[in-house]
Each structure stands twice: as C-alpha cells, then as structure tokens.
C-alpha cells in the first residue's frame, strides 16, 4: 500500500485546513499517480501533525510513505523541520519505507505558472 | 511602463531572498508577459518591503504595477495585509494603476505539479 502525504506549514487562518484537505482529494483524483490514496498533516499549528498524519497511514497499512512539502521557500522548515520528522517517524516505523519529494517551490512549472497567473489580473 | 510585482512572504532563512530574486530574473526571461520588468518584495522580516518595492517600480517609470502574491494558503497574509498595502500604494500613487492576481495556491495547475513531484520522491 502506497500513501502519499501531503506537508503543509499549518495555518491560524480556519480555511487554511480546508483548502489542503479539498488539495489532497484533488490529488487523488489526478491521473498519472500510484498512490492507494493520499493523506494530509500540518508541520505546526494545525491538526494532523505529521507524526498523526505518518501514523494514520501505517495504521491505515502503507508500506511505503511518500511526504509532499507543500513550501515554497526553502528554508528551516524544509530543510530542517521536516526532515527531522521524517528520521523520527522512520525509527519509530522501521518496517515503512518512508521517503520525500522536492518541495513545491523547488517545481520547474512555477515560472511558467506565475506568467499565466499575472495575465489574470484585475 | 508595465511591472510585475512579486510578492513573497520573507523569511529569516539567509538564502530566501536569492531564491525571490533568482525568480524574478526567471519569470523576467519566461515567454508570454508584456511586462517591461520584474521586481520582488515581501510582506515582512525581508526587505525590499512591498512600499518600497511599489516606490522602486514607480521610480523607474511604471504606469501599472501588477502584484503578484507568491504564497499557497489563502488567510490574512493573502487576504488583508497584501491588499491593506494595496490600497496605501493606490492612495500614494493614485497616477498609477496598480493591480493584484490570484495568489500561486489558487492556480489550477498546481495538483498536476504535486502529482509529477510525487513521482520525484528519493
């Protein structure tokens, strides 16, 4: 079973959680994926943290974690922080292949996304 | 004269303010805008901040500022403090028209973006 997770900062603002969970259903219905399906946690303020959101896969029965950093900056976070996480989640769940992705900001599209983007103003 | 405004959060991360800049100069060489420049600012932490990057556009001539909000979650950043800067820069500048795009998070390519990342995962 293949889940992956989905990292986001986390938010005070009570649409921020909303926004990442509709994200992640939006990425499930993506083709092109080979994911069982895909969770969300939050790196700080808001629930799931990541070590809830790792563990609700591995009791959900993943063998393999793949976590998404939904950043743009890199930064302590990215470089930091969520590596941190991942090295806890992987000696407490030693028997789950748990791996990241490059973080968002880090995509080669953004570029090309900004420029449509600014055509958009009003 | 036509310009882009990036506007990125900002960052104690000494290497975040390259990573904007290195941006700009990339979406500046991006086909597709009729901008005749591209400049950056943050909304806070990291100078230039979105004043004095309104008053470096003005400077060198802009008759449109197209600002640009570099973030993914909508909440306060995205829906009061930019447009609170906004609109002090309209009142500054009345003889210039200044206007907003959607924030990155909103734009609808992004789920096919995580999706080809995901398969990036080491």
């Known amino acids: 079973m293949d889940a992956l997770l989905l990292v986001a900062h986390g938010s005070r603002h009570p649409g921020s959680s909303d926004e990442i969970r509709a994200l992640a259903a939006k990425i499930a219905q993506t083709p092109g994926h080979q994911f069982d399906w895909v969770d969300y946690a939050f790196l700080e303020i808001t629930e799931p943290s990541i070590s809830e959101g790792v563990l609700d896969c591995v009791r959900k029965g ?49 570029p090309d996304i900004l420029v449509r983007l600014s055509q958009e103003a009003t």
């Open 62 to 110: 993943a063998k393999h974690i793949t976590v998404l950093p939904y950043f743009l900056a890199t930064g302590r976070h990215v470089s930091v922080d969520i590596p941190t996480e991942l090295e806890k989640a992987r000696q407490e769940y030693p028997q789950v292949r748990i791996t990241s992705t490059p973080y968002l900001g880090a995509a080669k599209e953004i």
